[in-house]
């Protein structure tokens, strides 16, 4: 079995060939193609850690839609002085399809 620890939008992630990543918005289209730095590689039984042979390995990535996270409500509230904050946020994803580790 052939898969790759990559790093992904701030994340470490174990990827394969046809897997579906969800990662922070990375720039491009819809259907574009990206290339993800791998950190190990795992092929079989030989386990490749080296940055210099981590560099000739080129994992290539699909983008398939961009989308936004669950909404995380944050409350900030400080008893007997009327201090209360209320503030919301969603984070801007995108989902990719792992193509090729080569």
């Known amino acids: 079995m052939v898969y790759a620890i990559v790093r992904?939008?701030?994340?470490?992630?174990?990827?394969?060939?046809?897997?579906?990543?969800?990662?922070?918005?990375?720039?491009?289209?819809?259907?574009?193609?990206?290339?993800?730095?791998?950190?190990?590689?795992?092929?079989?039984?030989?386990?490749?850690?080296?940055?210099?042979?981590?560099?000739?390995?080129k994992v290539t990535a699909e983008k398939l839609e961009d989308l936004r996270g669950p909404k995380i409500v944050i409350q900030k509230f400080k008893n007997k002085t009327g201090y209360k904050k209320r503030q919301g946020h969603r984070q801007e994803l995108s989902k990719v399809k792992i193509t090729s580790i080569a």
């Not at 470490?12 to 193609?33: A, H, L």
């Open 8 to 57: 992904a939008g701030g994340r470490q992630e174990k990827v394969s060939v046809g897997d579906y990543v969800t990662m922070n918005r990375v720039p491009g289209g819809v259907g574009s193609t990206l290339e993800l730095p791998a950190l190990l590689l795992v092929d079989g039984e030989t386990i490749t850690s080296a940055a210099a042979d981590l560099a000739k390995v």
